[in-house]
């Protein structure tokens, strides 16, 4: 399974992220920032890779300045790989 992982510096900046893909009828999630993203402690939003075209329209739009980037989350037999979108 394969996931978009949409990770902000700003805990604030990120649900309000989270808040406007609901809305605008994206699934997502707040998840904790992985440790391989190196930023420190920061709340991501986790999209599904079916909606990721729609989420980073969305995402980009709202012109967040705390944004950091796109990562895509891969689980394969139980271990997980982390990388830069």
Do not use: H
């Not at 990770?7 to 649900?15: D, E, L, M, P, T």
């Not at 904790?32 to 995402?59: D, H």
Request: aromatic share 10%; proline share 4%.
């Amino acid at each position: 399974m394969t996931d978009l992982l949409a990770v902000f510096r700003s805990r604030a900046q990120a649900a309000d992220c989270n808040s406007r893909l609901r809305m605008n009828g994206v699934p997502s999630n707040l998840i904790n920032t992985p440790k391989e993203a190196n930023i420190g402690c920061g709340l991501s939003v986790k999209i599904p890779q079916n909606m990721a075209a729609r989420a980073k329209a969305l995402v980009l739009g709202g012109r967040y300045s705390a944004f950091y980037g796109f990562y895509t989350v891969k689980t394969v037999y139980g271990k997980t790989f982390f990388g830069r979108e």
